[in-house]
């Protein structure tokens, strides 16, 4: 079963795919013959038809990764083995540290 990311993930995917083709559509053919549109016209669609498609083109790309990537490990599972590798082998740290703990300081004399 898909987690909730993944499910959002694929429903921005989906909308912005689906936004993408029907804006495209839209503007070139539903639009009439475009070798009758007036130079003015090209000078704002080009632009704003790059700049649309680049910014549906992230969000259908954050939409995949979020479709596609795993959901992370719960807390508890990842904590769970940190504590079983520290008990089996304790690090050069901490043997130090407890071997300088049970030595008693030496007091200086004046």
């Known amino acids: ?3 909730k990311d993944q499910v ?5 995917f989906l909308v912005c795919v689906i936004i ?3 804006y495209t559509i839209g503007l070139f053919y ?3 013959n475009p070798l009758d549109w007036t130079i003015p016209f090209w000078l704002i669609a080009i632009p704003v038809f790059l700049a649309f ?6 969000g259908a790309w954050i939409g995949w990764t979020m479709a596609t990537t795993p959901p992370p490990k719960p807390i508890e599972e990842i904590t ?3 504590e079983e590798t520290t008990e089996e082998k304790p690090s050069e740290e901490t043997t130090m540290e407890t071997e ?3 030595k008693p300081e030496r007091k200086k004399k004046s």
């Open 30 to 32: 539903l639009g009439g």
């Open 100 to 102: 300088e703990e049970k």
């Open 8 to 12: 959002i993930g694929g429903i921005i």
């Open 53 to 58: 498609i680049a910014i549906l083109a992230i």
């Open 80 to 82: 769970g083995k940190i």
């Open 1 to 3: 079963m898909a987690s």
């Open 20 to 22: 993408g083709v029907l």
